[in-house]
């Protein structure tokens, strides 16, 4: 009968990756040659997340932009990209234009409500403007 050997879990910290190691498994990984999970599994490393921190460290990803900082983007992916973009901006300019539309259907039916409670109760529900507004009114209606 064969011997079994049993593989023994050895904690590691990074200060245990020299420097080349940890540049070789980055490189890898951005040439496609590996996934993070086969570099764990290929070089026993303990953990997954070992291996992102390198590539956020050590690679060519801009990690806090979400785009890659060293290539290049060919123009297909630019005109992807922009038309993604122009669909947002329509989408968005579509909601904001609706939104305006509710915003001045609910003024004149508020100033409508105002008309209506002023005639009913006759009070002055509006606020009534400033001395200073009602010169400044004033002399504008002069000039003109």
Request: charged share 35%; net charge positive; proline share 3%.
């Amino acid at each position: 009968m064969e011997k079994h050997e049993e593989s023994r879990y050895i904690k590691r910290t990074q200060k245990d990756y020299t420097m080349s190691f940890k540049l070789q498994i980055v490189q890898e990984i951005e040439r496609g040659k590996l996934s993070t999970t086969e570099a764990t599994k290929k070089y026993g490393i303990q953990c997954r997340k070992t291996v992102v921190q390198w590539l956020r460290k050590y690679g060519n990803f801009d990690w806090e932009n979400q785009t890659p900082s060293n290539m290049p983007k060919s123009p297909e992916q630019k005109i992807m990209e922009l038309e993604a973009k122009v669909r947002l901006l329509e989408k968005q300019k579509t909601f904001l234009e609706q939104q305006a539309f509710v915003a001045d259907k609910k003024a004149i039916i508020f100033d409508m409500m105002i008309d209506i409670a002023e005639k009913e109760y006759q009070i002055d529900i509006r606020k009534n403007s400033s001395p200073e507004q009602s010169t400044t009114l004033k002399n504008n209606k002069n000039k003109q």
